[in-house]
């Protein structure tokens, strides 16, 4: 009769699922034992087996988000996003966030999931197949979402460079909100690579790592709300919330945004201060000014920018907050001849991506940037408004903790301009 034998089931990286035995006709070292004892060395076909994958590993390193990172992003999905919240229930969110960073005890450095798209997809079918919420199930969730974040890096991630929290969160600032949802009818492996491709947009990658830390949030959400709704739980409204990553240490010369102190002490709704800045440069790199975290800030913030040629412009994307209690009617651009104006209509508590283009030859030099307010906005355009946020250190190279953030809602009327 065979002791101690029991089934282990698990997720393998390559996307199946791997039964083992454990304590099944194990070899026993020792005196006594009856096992033949192992050879050593290896004979030659184990050792070429070990060294091709030795080969294989260091090769082409597959590459993840840091244990902690994954931690922190699966906290900040469930918190800009009721909706994803609402999929899965309190007793087991625990076990989601440790599957999602301890997703494989055997590959802990994710050496062996070259595809991370194809696994979330391979382990949404696994557990679709079997819906009962069990501690097992919360892990594979867990698991799930550390595949999603995978298939969206960084560029420091992407080259394989250490201490990735430290550069990532250096002297600027990042707001996560719940963008709109993506199409949940498709496949889960193409949205992750549509949505991989939109996150890679500046020319200079490290541009762009505001960019994809808020799509990979977001993109945790997304996959959440693929899970079927738990019974008798109401469907819960998404968005509203904002999540500040903020730089704490002020060295006392970077500055972040376009307005980081221009409208305060404004004493006209009908102009703004100017502003030089420079548009083909990410926002860490203006200098002179001391440090005003755009949640701390009652003013209007252009918090992250990436740039990228088009043809014979620059085409500058950028995240713009208006902590006011008014309208954040006008960005207007301005160098030498050239003068754009563009309509922002951003109410209070609000966010909106824009796009400005700039003329490449204009775009070399400096640029004026002046924001205008007004009592209201006459447009909607597309934006999010935030009730409330939560404001989290992303300083010393630590992922975020958001676990630890207090939610505070926004105060009914900020100091105005």
């Given amino acids: 009769m065979m002791k101690g034998r029991s089934r282990v ?165 990042f707001v996560v909100f719940r963008e709109a949802a993506g199409d949940l009818t498709r496949p889960l492996a193409t949205s992750l690579r549509e949505a991989a491709r939109e996150a890679r947009f500046a020319d200079d990658p490290t541009g762009d790592d505001a960019l994809r830390y808020r799509r990979v949030v977001n993109v945790l959400a997304d996959t959440l709300l693929r899970l079927p709704p ?21 060295t006392g010369i970077t500055g972040v945004s376009v307005a980081r102190e221009s409208m305060t002490g404004i004493g006209s709704r009908d102009e703004g201060a100017a502003e030089i800045w420079d548009i083909t440069q990410p926002t860490r790199s203006f200098k002179g000014r001391r440090r005003v975290s755009a949640i701390d800030n009652h003013g209007i913030d252009v918090i992250d920018r990436a740039c990228r040629r088009d043809g014979e412009d620059v085409l500058s994307r950028m995240t713009v907050f208006n902590n006011t209690a008014l309208c954040a009617s006008q960005l ?10 563009v309509t922002l209509d951003i109410p209070p508590h609000a966010i909106r991506l824009l796009d400005v283009r700039v003329p490449a030859p204009v775009a070399q030099g400096r640029i004026k940037a002046q924001f205008r307010v007004s009592d209201l906005c006459r447009t909607k355009p597309a934006v999010f408004p935030l009730k409330s946020y939560v404001r989290v250190s992303g300083t010393n190279g630590a992922a975020p903790r958001v676990r630890d953030g207090v939610l505070r809602p926004f105060p009914p009327a900020a100091r105005k301009p």
């Fill in 9 to 173: 089931l698990t997720w393998s990286g390559s996307g199946s699922l791997v039964v083992s035995l454990e304590g099944a006709n194990m070899p026993r070292s020792g005196v006594g034992s009856r096992s033949r004892r192992r050879r050593w060395p290896p004979t030659r076909s184990a050792a070429a087996g070990a060294l091709a994958f030795a080969f294989l590993v260091t090769a082409n390193p597959a590459v993840s988000w840091p244990p902690e990172m994954h931690e922190s992003l699966v906290e900040a999905a469930v918190l800009i996003s009721p909706a994803a919240r609402a999929r899965v229930p309190d007793e087991y969110l625990g076990s989601v966030i440790r599957g999602a960073k301890e997703a494989d005890g055997l590959d802990g450095r994710c050496l062996l999931h070259r595809d991370p798209a194809t696994d979330a997809q391979k382990m949404l079918d696994f557990l679709r197949r079997d819906t009962k919420w069990t501690n097992n199930h919360a892990l594979g969730v867990g698991r799930l979402l550390h595949f999603a974040a995978d298939s969206i890096l960084t560029d420091a991630l992407e080259r394989g460079a250490q201490e990735v929290q430290a550069s990532l969160f250096s002297t600027h600032d």
């Fill in 230 to 250: 738990l019974p008798g739980v109401s469907p819960a409204e998404d968005g509203g919330v904002g999540l500040f990553v903020v730089d704490t240490l002020d």
């Fill in 332 to 341: 207007i651009l301005s160098a030498d001849a050239w003068k754009v104006e």
